[in-house]
């Protein structure tokens, strides 16, 4: 189960330049495809669902926390609402230290 997140975090770290000047978007988004969509109708759940069972906004907070990126520009995830708090405290204390 580890393997999925390796992969997120491989791709979120890779995904952010080690200049600054550039635009750049980080997506931290719930993957799915057809074969996980039919599932979900099957068993009765959602993409949403899915995304705050997974706690995947609150791991991205904790990465963010632990300095695992170099710059953070425009940062995408799904259902804000889940984890939302934490992912703002992490931005907020990135901000923070970047500046230092």
Same mark, same amino acid.
């Given at each position: 189960?580890?393997?999925?997140?390796?992969?997120?975090?491989?791709?979120?770290?890779?995904?952010?330049?080690?200049?600054?000047?550039?635009?750049? @978007?980080? %997506?931290?988004?719930?993957?799915? $495809?057809?074969?996980?969509? !039919? /599932?979900? #109708? &099957?068993?009765?759940?959602? @993409?949403? %669902?899915?995304?705050?069972?997974? $706690?995947?906004?609150?791991? !991205? /907070?904790? #990465? &963010?926390?632990?300095?695992?990126?170099? %710059?953070?520009?425009?940062?995408?995830?799904?259902?804000?609402?889940?984890?939302?708090?934490?992912?703002?405290?992490?931005?907020?204390?990135?901000?923070?230290?970047?500046?230092?």
């Amino acid at each position: 189960m580890e393997i999925p997140w390796n992969n997120l975090e491989s791709y979120l770290t890779a995904s952010s330049p080690s200049s600054q000047g550039n635009l750049w @978007i980080n %997506q931290a988004h719930w993957q799915y $495809d057809t074969d996980s969509i !039919v /599932a979900g #109708m &099957i068993l009765g759940s959602s @993409i949403i %669902q899915d995304n705050s069972k997974s $706690d995947v906004n609150r791991r !991205v /907070a904790r #990465m &963010i926390a632990n300095g695992r990126f170099k %710059q953070i520009n425009f940062l995408e995830v799904d259902n804000i609402c889940d984890g939302g708090a934490e992912l703002q405290q992490a931005l907020e204390h990135f901000q923070i230290v970047s500046k230092a």
